[in-house]
């Protein structure tokens, strides 16, 4: 006999590089279970916009609006400040949701909370999953019978490094969150940035108080390739009794969704472009979706990438492009798929970094670009601008599969010259070699061979989302 199926809302920090993983995740749960996405009312129109949610999804996942105002874009400058902003509104919104919203024992709050969304939940809610905007009320929760998961965007070192924090931790400043507060590899940290404690002081005074509120955790990992991570888990006092399940990959095999007129013309573009190049020969340039480079930098990038004389895609918001010379922006306006590179506000990341023409990738090492990296198997020249990213050139360069730039990012004043870069790209490239023979991509390769191990049936990812939603959940 099947069990009842639950009905499961997912809330992501609305962020797309919080919703992009969790909507993944609710792509693979909506087979079992009756799944809810609620995120700000904004990123719900930017993920009909640009097809990200499909008309697939509409057919398994209700999408619920949340009004909570936010209003930020994803082409402004990101700093600390903006996502501390971003965290009080987000966590004065869902501290009055999670008070609020129908649960099985308690169908009918006596508050309601309809306000708060663009339309009601179809069914009490059973299980919440979500990420940062849950650690400070998973209280609210689970005394409404609302059992909670924590999900980790990002890799398991984010969380195992931080189990000791507690009222005492000592204050830091804030500069670290841009340099390494995220990335002890020895799983210790010291300190907390400012905007942080002051933000866990007004919701409580302990900085990860959920921890002992949590039904488990959901990591957007492979646990072969965080080893000492998941025996932290296994062993500390907060997670040794709860279910860690480290779930990645998580994206879908093919990249779909009809995309908006513009990026269906990128798509198109992109590929017939990629056709045209030889094998293994591109050098793909993306800095994600919220942090930007200022114009000395971004002048610097252009001139290392026009010296490598090799052919490049770069994917570049509107607002950025508009730094670069006369001559270049000239050659943008002009290009197509006989151009030496492109130069896109919108680049379909997957497909180019799955494409045989594509050699090397460099990031800004968000974590889902280093996860679609190492997926695809393609060595990385690092470029970490802020928070959990640092963590993430270290573990790539820690792997073996590529090298990270030092004293980049938001908190460090010096513009990276293009001699540096052009040094970095070919170092990792090695184009004098064949491509399964660099030093570099020996190691890419070998790490996407672990990832798809993983992915498959019996693998451990494979195993652990079959145990999420069985028992679990």
């Avoid at 169908?107 to 979500?130: K, T, W």
């Avoid at 963590?391 to 360069?397: H, I, K, L, P, R």
Wanted: glycine share 6%.
């Amino acid at each position: 006999m099947s069990q009842p199926r639950k009905h499961v809302a997912l809330l992501p920090y609305p962020l797309f590089g919080h919703i992009t993983p969790l909507l993944q995740l609710a792509r693979k749960i909506s087979a079992h279970h009756d799944v809810t996405f609620m995120t700000s009312a904004l990123r719900v129109q930017q993920l009909r916009h640009r097809g990200i949610f499909t008309a697939a999804d509409e057919q398994h996942i209700r999408l619920v609006s949340l009004q909570d105002g936010v209003q930020e874009s994803d082409d402004s400058e990101g700093t600390l400040g903006q996502m501390m902003e971003l965290g009080e509104k987000t966590m004065t919104f869902t501290t009055s949701l999670f008070a609020t919203m129908p649960a099985a024992v308690d169908p009918h709050p006596d508050v309601d909370y309809r306000h708060l969304v663009d339309q009601p939940l179809h069914r009490p809610v059973d299980v919440i999953i979500g990420d940062l905007v849950a650690f400070f009320q998973v209280e609210l929760l689970t005394a409404r019978g609302i059992r909670c998961f924590c999900f980790l965007s990002c890799s398991g070192l984010m969380l195992a490094n931080k189990l000791d924090i507690g009222s005492d931790t000592p204050v830091i400043p804030d500069a670290a969150f841009f340099s390494d507060w995220e990335a002890h590899e020895d799983l210790n940290v010291t300190g907390i940035p400012k905007a942080y404690k002051d933000m866990a002081d007004k919701y409580g005074g302990n900085f990860l108080k959920g921890f002992h509120h949590v039904a488990g955790y959901i990591v957007n990992s492979v646990e072969g390739l965080e080893e000492k991570v998941a025996k932290r888990f296994a062993e500390h006092s907060l997670t040794a009794n709860r279910p860690v399940r480290f779930v990645a990959p998580l994206f879908a095999e093919a990249e779909g969704g009809a995309k908006n007129a513009a990026e269906t013309a990128a798509n198109s573009l992109v590929d017939q472009w990629l056709d045209k190049q030889k094998e293994r020969d591109v050098v793909y340039v993306s800095f994600g979706s919220y942090a930007v480079s200022q114009k000395d930098q971004t002048l610097e990038i252009a001139k290392a990438l026009m010296s490598l004389d090799k052919p490049f895609i770069w994917s570049l918001k509107a607002n950025q492009q508009k730094l670069l010379s006369d001559d270049m922006k000239a050659l943008i306006e002009q290009q197509s798929a006989s151009s030496k590179y492109l130069v896109l506000a919108w680049t379909p990341q997957r497909r180019i970094l799955n494409h045989p023409a594509t050699r090397l990738f460099v990031s800004h090492v968000g974590y889902n670009s280093l996860l679609e990296a190492f997926d695809a198997g393609v060595p990385l020249v690092s470029w970490p601008m802020f928070g959990d990213q640092f963590a993430n050139a270290n573990m790539a360069q820690r792997l073996g599969n590529g090298l990270s730039l030092p004293a980049t990012g938001m908190l460090f004043a010096r513009v990276v010259p293009a001699a540096e870069v052009v040094e970095a790209v070919q170092k990792v490239g090695q184009w004098d070699k064949p491509y399964a023979e660099g030093d570099y991509t020996q190691k890419a390769l070998e790490i996407s061979r672990v990832v798809k191990a993983a992915a498959r049936p019996g693998g451990s990812s494979y195993e652990a989302f079959s145990q999420l939603v069985s028992c679990d959940i």
